[in-house]
Each structure stands twice: as C-alpha cells, then as structure tokens.
C-alpha cells in the first residue's frame, strides 16, 4: 500500500530543487517587482575560494622552504678537519658511542662518550656537565641522544628552557641531536626538540624500524649500529657535515673514551 505522505515528500523534494536553482540564478523579476536571490551560491562559492587560497599558499609555502633547504644543502661542504668528537645522553647512547668510534677510527676522529643513565633534557639542562666534558676533551663536534625519556610529555614544550639550556653549553661548536627511537607516539616532543635545535642539527629517528632489547625500548646493538649508519648517510645534508665513510670491514671495534654516570648523579 502506497504511503499517504508520498506526496508530502514529492513536494518538499520540488520546493527543495526550486530553492537551490533560484539561488544560483539570477535576480528574478515580475513585473515591477524584484525577488532577491538568497546569498548562497556567493556563501558557498567563497568558501570554496578561501579554501583554494589557503591550499596554495600553504603549498607556495611548502615550495619556497624545500627550496632553501636544497640552496642550504647544496652549499654546505663537507668538513675535512680530523675532530674531537663527544656524545653524550640517555642509556641509548653506549651502543651508539660503540658503533660511532668505528666510524671515528676510519676518518681520523677521536672519539668521547658520556652514557648518564635514565637522563633527560632536565638533567643535562641544570647540570654544567656538557661544557666541562667538551672543555675536558677539547670537543670540536657534539652529538647529543635525549628525548626517550620525554615521550610521555603531555606538554613537551615546558622542557624547552632546558633544551635551550644544553644548547647555550654546546655554544658555537657544530652539533647534531639525533631524536629518540620512539617505540611509541609521541605528544610533541620530537617537534618541540627539532623547532629548537638549528637548522639541519636534528636527526628525526621517529619512524625508524629498530630491533629492540626485552624491554621493548632500547635498540640492540646491532640495531644502534645500523641507525649511526643512517645518520651518516644524512650527515652531508646536516648543517655542518664532518667526514663519516662507512668503517671497513677491517677497522674492528672501536674504542671510545666511555664515561658512565649513574641515574642518582647529579
């Protein structure tokens, strides 16, 4: 049996057509008398425009940063000069220093370490311990491993003055932060670290595959292995690339200067 509203619909669905062709046509006139259409078609075709400019700027944006990036990259030159290379940060920084004393040992650097377990930005930011250990080894070159005991940060951005804080000890002398393995998302953290850091001296590791220990956290040592190669391979496109050819099978271990700190030190 037919519904009794099936022409109720029928009629709402004309009035409906009606209204929409009347407000993308023109004005209507009868007569004398004018019927002004509805502003929609102007509403919605404004907002579509809006949305397109703001799509090409965003991507003019985009274009006009990738282009510096490339004018940056291109002329930025390998440094030759044999350094004093100091890493220091959190427990992921031993298998790191292993791995990057090979990559020392092949190119002429010399190589120094600090592993202060279950640190953070904080730690190292209240501390002077950065600039006394790049003052003890005369370090020319800085790599700093922090931020995995910061991916819990619901507002990362309150550790910014303490990331300001260990940049204000490195100085002057070239750096690259290479960011935390995540083994999950973080809230912002890897941003925050990389909007502080100069252009071209952080290393995203964020999105990596890494092989883990038990915990689910720490890369093995094969794993640290392949990411220092992996920052080598960026090491031309960084802000001031230093010599890191790949070691030969036949440079053996390396043998860093490592210095640990327990998590109570201060």
């Known amino acids: 049996m037919k519904s009794n509203y ?17 407000a993308f046509a023109d004005d209507i006139n009868i007569g004398n008398w004018t019927v002004k259409k509805a502003p929609y078609r102007e509403a ?11 799509e090409a700027y965003a991507d003019s944006v985009l274009k006009v940063r990738q282009e510096l ?4 990259v291109a002329t930025v030159v390998t440094d030759s000069t044999p350094q004093s290379i100091l890493l220091i940060g959190d427990s992921m920084t031993m298998n790191l220093a292993l791995r ?43 790599f700093i ?10 507002e990362p951005k309150s550790h910014l003055k303490y990331v300001e804080m260990i940049l204000e000890q490195v100085g002057d002398l070239p750096y690259v932060w290479i960011g935390p393995p995540n083994w999950k ?63 030969s099978d036949s440079i053996g271990k390396g043998t860093p200067n490592l210095k640990f700190l327990k998590a109570t030190d201060k």
Not at 69 to 72: P, W
Not at 145 to 154: D, F, M, Q, R, T
């Open 145 to 154: 491993s922090l931020g995995a005991n910061e991916l819990y940060l619901k």
């Open 69 to 72: 990036e490339e004018q940056r």
């Open 6 to 22: 099936t022409g109720i619909w029928l009629l709402l669905a004309t009035a409906m057509v009606v209204i929409i062709l009347i």
């Open 100 to 142: 990057l004393a090979q990559y020392a040992k092949q190119n002429g650097h010399t190589m120094h370490a600090v592993n202060w377990d279950s640190s953070n930005t904080i730690k190292w930011g209240k501390s002077d311990h950065l600039k006394e250990y790049i003052e003890e080894y005369g370090a020319t070159y800085v």
């Open 185 to 247: 998302e973080d809230f912002g953290v890897n941003d925050m670290l990389e909007e502080a850091c100069k252009p071209g001296s952080f290393f995203r590791s964020a999105g990596m595959e890494f092989a883990r220990k038990k915990d689910g956290i720490h890369p093995t040592r094969e794993s640290s292995a392949l990411w220092i190669d992996s920052i080598a391979r960026w090491m031309p496109k960084s802000a001031h690339p230093i010599l890191l050819e790949l070691p």
């Open 44 to 54: 919605l075709l404004r907002d579509k425009e809006q949305e397109q400019r703001e």
